[in-house]
């Protein structure tokens, strides 16, 4: 995964509340089984209709509660194919928010109105090691709004780290330690294998 | 201190609070063909192996035919045949227990995991699918991943995971006559909204949950992801219990009394303390029917389509305007007028032997009506056989539905099961998002009964007036 730092740039804006996963990366290309290009396919059926516009900037600033519906990995690896690096909106759905902070396609909250005026300005900055997001004010003004991230999500984002990776070398024997504590609990797991 | 029923199940699954935060130790992993294949090529691209095959669970439902295609090989269109071959192929290597196309236990991964009895009261499950919040109705903690998490449960059977907030659902009063688990979620979701339990764990209480059959109580967890909680919890009971007692289920603990006994413990001490709670009117619910193009823009059935300007509760106008607009809908239609061409009686969250009985009371001695194409999709070849046994798929053919093969079929249409543009449906699935059953398609959210009783009537119906032969 890439490291990320500064994400800087002109602003897409998408004005949609409830923006599901089924509309970002509709079912007909997840047969796919490799996990790139998806970028051509994203907002497959929105990008029909009359008045689309919604080019690849850096950075995307859309509607509450992102991301909803299906937990498919593939809406993220569309918007980043497409050329989006950060997405900024007052919520996001919570699977589709961790499935970005996987692959290093940067989730950031921010309040609606904070939202509204970084589209406005129509460029602006995402800041993961300052945690704040700046833009100008219609007089010409820079504001710099704060976001909150978790500081672990953050550090991995930040050093582009492999999550497998990192809980191997981290966590292995604890891992094995707690598979070995839990042996003789009850009931036991059951086995896949001997059904 | 007194502990959420949540709280218990991560505490008992939680490895290092370490400083770059913990982990939480996964007890079953479900996996289908179509989040799975990239995250099998990260672990053969790392040379890493699946640390717990024998705690993993492969099927095949999202792609697959329900014409009867008896094995993956058969499958016509290319790209879903490729993905389920893929699935088989990446199992076999990995050593990953798989049930297929063809095999008697192949179905929709959240009906075949609590049929085989391997979801069980008390564990973490995870899947690369948002509806694996329906193991919850046992009282695990079960939720949806992205492909990245699938490799990495592969690779070490844990998840990265900061403890989320938790959420109870209340519900005073029972259902009434008619009025269903999937009423009561569709309801809830109206109430609250399809972002109302975002950032939660969901625990559902009250006495109306409590009378809930397994089943229903599966339905109301499924839909948990569409009020956005991280996952939907109901306490085991002797409901819960009567599930491994009553039907032989291979995945069931051995020492089934001991099990009980450990699974009793879990529930919500009294006292404990939950982040947020909510109440819900279980006894005000009638028959709902969805209007919109999200769970949360439900009516009930002796309800009018409403206008965007006067919308009370959580649905934004524009966002209701445009999903009027998709639907082709006028403000003021009452929703009893609503025509329908297509009937669909299956998906994760109504598919299971309960409610192909109930859709099967309503249509017994009926007629689809004229222009209206029916379909029931079993969840699983298990529920399939059951019901054959019983004769529904007789009562169901006679009627003039047409009786398929198990999987997920039109709930998403990435099989050939999907409508055509413009066509309006009915259907027991659990999202109506523009285009989830096919570009264009409309869909009308219902119970399994309200569904059955759209397809004799080509119209939706208030259940509660419904003759039964
Ligand atoms: S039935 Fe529908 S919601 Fe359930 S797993 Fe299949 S596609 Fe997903």
Request: hydrophobic fraction near 40%; aromatic fraction near 6%; include cysteine.
């Amino acid at each position: 995964m890439k490291p990320i730092e500064v994400i800087s740039g002109a602003v897409s804006h998408l004005d949609r509340a409830d923006v599901d996963t089924d509309q970002i990366m509709p079912k007909q290309f997840l047969k796919r089984i490799e996990r790139s290009g998806f970028g051509r396919y994203l907002f497959y059926d929105w990008a029909q209709e009359p008045g689309w516009d919604l080019p690849a900037n850096p950075i995307l600033v859309t509607g509450p509660n992102f991301g909803c519906g299906s937990s498919r990995e593939h809406a993220p690896w569309g918007l980043q194919d497409y050329g989006f690096e950060a997405i900024v909106a007052p919520s996001f759905a919570d699977i589709f928010y961790t499935n970005c902070t996987k692959i290093g396609l940067l989730p950031v909250v921010l309040e609606e109105r904070h939202c509204r005026a970084l589209a406005a300005a129509g460029e602006g900055q995402v800041d993961l090691r300052a945690q704040e997001v700046r833009y100008r004010d219609p007089a010409g003004q820079l504001v710099a709004v704060p976001f909150t991230i978790d500081a672990e999500v953050r550090r991995r984002l930040l050093e582009g780290l492999d999550d497998i990776a990192l809980t191997l070398s981290e966590h292995a024997s604890e891992i094995d330690a707690y598979e070995r504590a839990r042996a003789d609990r009850q009931p036991p797991l059951p086995c896949t294998s001997a059904l | 201190m007194a502990k959420t029923m949540f709280e218990k199940i991560w505490e008992a699954h939680a490895i290092g609070e370490g400083a770059h935060g913990g982990l939480l130790y996964i007890d079953l992993h479900l996996i289908h063909e179509v989040t799975s294949p990239q995250a099998f090529e990260g672990l053969r691209l790392a040379g890493r192996s699946v640390r717990r095959p024998e705690h993993t669970l492969a099927t095949a439902d999202h792609n697959v035919p329900t014409d009867g295609t008896a094995a993956a090989a058969q499958i016509k269109e290319e790209l879903s045949r490729v993905q389920v071959q893929t699935l088989e192929r990446n199992c076999s290597e990995f050593g990953i227990p798989i049930y297929s196309l063809g095999s008697s236990r192949q179905g929709i991964v959240h009906v075949i995991g609590p049929e085989l009895g391997v979801t069980q009261p008390g564990m973490t499950i995870v899947c690369g699918d948002s509806h694996t919040s329906t193991h919850g109705a046992f009282g695990a903690l079960a939720f949806g991943i992205g492909t990245s998490e699938v490799e990495h449960v592969l690779a070490t059977q844990t998840l990265p995971a900061r403890k989320p907030e938790t959420m109870v659902i209340r519900y005073v009063g029972e259902l009434g006559y008619g009025v269903s688990a999937k009423d009561l979620v569709l309801g809830t979701i109206g109430q609250i909204g399809v972002d109302g339990a975002v950032g939660h764990v969901v625990e559902y209480a009250g006495q109306a949950i409590a009378s809930l059959s397994m089943e229903g109580r599966m339905t109301v967890c499924n839909m948990t992801i569409e009020a956005g909680g991280r996952a939907g919890m109901i306490a085991p009971d002797q409901t819960t219990f009567s599930w491994f007692t009553e039907t032989r289920r291979p995945g069931a603990p051995a020492e089934l009394e001991r099990a009980i006994e450990r699974w009793a413990q879990l529930p919500s001490d009294p006292g404990a303390r939950f982040d947020r709670e909510v109440t819900v009117d279980a006894s005000a619910l009638a028959p709902q029917v969805t209007w919109g193009t999200t769970p949360g823009m439900v009516a009930p059935v002796t309800g009018r389509v409403p206008s965007p300007t006067e919308l009370e509760g959580p649905v934004d106008p524009s966002t209701a305007q445009r999903a009027l607009e998709y639907m082709a809908l006028e403000p003021g239609t009452p929703i009893a007028e609503i025509e329908l061409q297509r009937v669909f009686i299956g998906s994760c969250t109504n598919s299971r032997i309960g409610d192909l009985r109930e859709a099967a009371e309503v249509v017994a001695g009926k007629r689809v009506a004229k222009g209206v194409r029916a379909m029931v999709v079993p969840g699983s070849a298990q529920v399939k056989a059951q019901a054959e046994a019983e004769g529904l798929d007789r009562i169901f053919r006679d009627a003039g539905f047409e009786w398929r093969g198990a999987g997920c079929s039109m709930c998403l249409g990435m099989n050939p099961d999907t409508l055509a543009p413009g066509e309006r449906c009915a259907s027991t699935s659990n999202r109506n998002f523009e285009g989830r059953q096919g570009r264009g398609g409309r869909t009308h959210l219902v119970s399994p009964r309200m569904a059955a009783a759209a397809a004799i009537a080509g119209h939706f119906v208030d259940i509660r007036d419904w003759e039964v032969a």
